[in-house]
T-cell receptor, first 116, second 115 residues
């Protein structure tokens, strides 16, 4: 079975540029999560969707960050304009609804983002 | 509010020795607990989970964890460490704020295995 697929795996760009990260969740999963991981702050939940609807975006750091899920098989996380402090590894994860949160999240391999 | 505490950000063991990674949680509802492993340059991979039923849970790669309600703990163990176990390990608890499937992660424990 295909897991969560993220692209690109690596992205290097200059400050001020727009960055778009992409995620394809596991087929049939109705929850999708975006995380950011850094040495300083660890693993942070940015936003998550249920049935393509954003449920909680309280972790999105600033208005420069936006996320969309136009359909059940695709989501994007966009940073515009990008800044050096946005450099991190960004993970996408998906899960089934299950019962009361008993289903695990399945993670992609991440996008390593470097803003110069 | 619920939380997860992982004692020891770095743990070092010798190959063949017991692995013990500690996790304590707080939750206002019966907890669902998870352990994940992260190898370099990879995403988090589920090792095992506890939701209901048997309190001793077996996972992949020879790991197991025991849910102890009285101690609010969910420690991860492996009888004999292998070099390939070197990775970062994360404990997580289900969010109890009504948001299903959202997890609260600990800060992680980096496991080193010495030859």
């Amino acid at each position: 079975d295909a897991g969560v697929i993220q692209s690109p795996r690596h992205e290097v760009t200059e400050m001020g540029q727009e960055v778009t990260l992409r995620c394809k969740p596991i087929s049939g999963h109705d929850y999708l999560f975006w995380y950011r991981q850094t040495m300083m702050r660890g693993l942070e939940l940015l936003i998550y969707f249920n049935n393509n609807v954003p449920i909680d975006d309280s972790g999105m750091p600033e208005d420069r960050f936006s996320a969309k899920m136009p359909n059940a098989s695709f989501s994007t996380l966009k940073i515009q304009p990008s800044e050096p402090r946005d450099s991190a590894v960004y993970f996408c994860a998906s899960s089934l609804s299950g019962r009361g949160g008993n289903q695990p999240q399945h993670f992609g391999d991440g996008t390593r983002l470097s803003i110069l | 509010a619920q939380s997860v505490t992982q004692l020891g950000s770095h743990v070092s063991v010798s190959e063949g020795a017991l692995v013990l990674l500690r996790c304590n949680y707080s939750s206002s509802v019966p907890p669902y607990l998870f352990w994940y492993v992260q190898y370099p340059n990879q995403g988090l991979q589920l090792l095992l989970k506890y939701t209901t039923g048997a309190t001793l849970v077996k996972g992949i790669n020879g790991f197991e964890a025991e849910f102890k309600k009285s101690e609010t703990s969910f420690h991860l163990t492996k009888p004999s460490a292998h070099m390939s176990d070197a990775a970062e390990y994360f404990c997580a608890v289900r969010d109890d704020g009504g948001a299903t499937n959202k997890l609260i992660f600990g800060t992680g424990t980096l496991l080193a295995v010495q030859p």
